[in-house]
């Protein structure tokens, strides 16, 4: 983590990758969901960036909407730009988006057991990953399949490559999708949930793999979805808050770690032991469930459960406020504070 660059020095940079007005829904038997609304962010070089939420938030369909990988039907980018090196990706074919997956924007799959495919072995599904985008032959492909497999922690890479995926514990497979998704050592990564299920020793393992592989390459990026935000703590630059399909605050680590101005990310926040108050024996918990995303508020999505509404909360979607240094909310009650 660049834990000293702050929002101005990544601004003087050139985005890796700029998302504009995305806008990805859904058709379903009561009409049309709107899973991601409106988002807009960056990317810069040599960064870490955190998405979190809960689920339903549109974390994942982000991810997914930027790797064109949303099912279509149901799904379908309703609007938006996704600029990736001077190209928006939402324009590409599928044969120009092919070669964009894998080879230059690499994914980490949220579920290891249901991304890798179980009738083939590891080898030839890592391999796979290299001959679509380089011209290898069948043996330079196995020895890139190996160095990358040692390289994320598969002993006896050389034997292994023979197993299936089911011959592999969960820990192991994550290794294996990190190994598919940095094989060809890609300018990005996103990583959905990819500590998920496992023990917190592996997951630190897997997480330091990730920052070590990285670090190799000279303009290397990371995009991290994930509930733990004591990971996003530890390892992320920047942080963006998402709920209801719509991005609700967005800053440094420290500034949404120390300085947290939306209600939905201090109740994200209250709810870590770390938060807990002396003499409390529970922890705190946002009110109410998620609701629907065929049934969100026309105003503030997060209007229902929070305690800090006002009137036209319900009625009116704010905007979202700058207050200072690249820390952006969507409250209305910053409304004043930003005058």
Partial sequence: MNANRTQNDL????????VRDLRTYFRVEGGIAKAVDGVSFDVYPDEVIGIVGESGSGKSVTSLSIMRLIPDPPGFIAGGEIWFNEQN???????????????????????????????????????????????????????????????????????????????????????????????????????????????????????????????????GSIMLITHDLGVVAETCDRVIVMYGGKLQEMGSVEQIFEDPQHPYTRGLLDSLPSHQRPGEDRLRAIPGNVPSIMDLPSGCKFCTRCEDAVIGCENTEPPLYDVGEGHLVRCHLLEDAVK
């Avoid at 601004?11 to 700029?18: D, H, N």
């Avoid at 030839?124 to 922690?153: C, F, P, W, Y």
């Fill in 89 to 219: 990706l939402i324009d590409l074919t599928y044969d120009e988006m092919r070669r964009v997956r894998g080879n230059e924007i690499g994914m980490i799959f949220q579920e290891p057991m249901t991304a890798l495919n179980p009738v083939f072995t590891v080898g030839m599904q890592v391999m796979e990953a290299v001959r679509t985008h380089q011209k290898v032959s069948r043996k330079e492909a196995r020895n890139l399949a190996i160095e990358i497999l040692d390289k994320v922690g598969i002993l006896d890479a050389d034997r292994r490559l023979k197993d299936y995926p089911h011959q592999f514990s969960g820990g192991m497979r994550q290794r294996v999708m990190l190994a598919m998704a940095l094989v060809c050592n890609p300018q990005l990564l996103i990583a959905d949930e990819p500590t998920t299920a496992l023990d917190v020793t592996t997951q630190a393992q897997i997480l330091d793999l990730m920052l070590e592989l990285k670090a190799e390459h000279e303009r």
């Fill in 11 to 18: 601004s003087k940079q050139k985005p890796l990758l700029e």
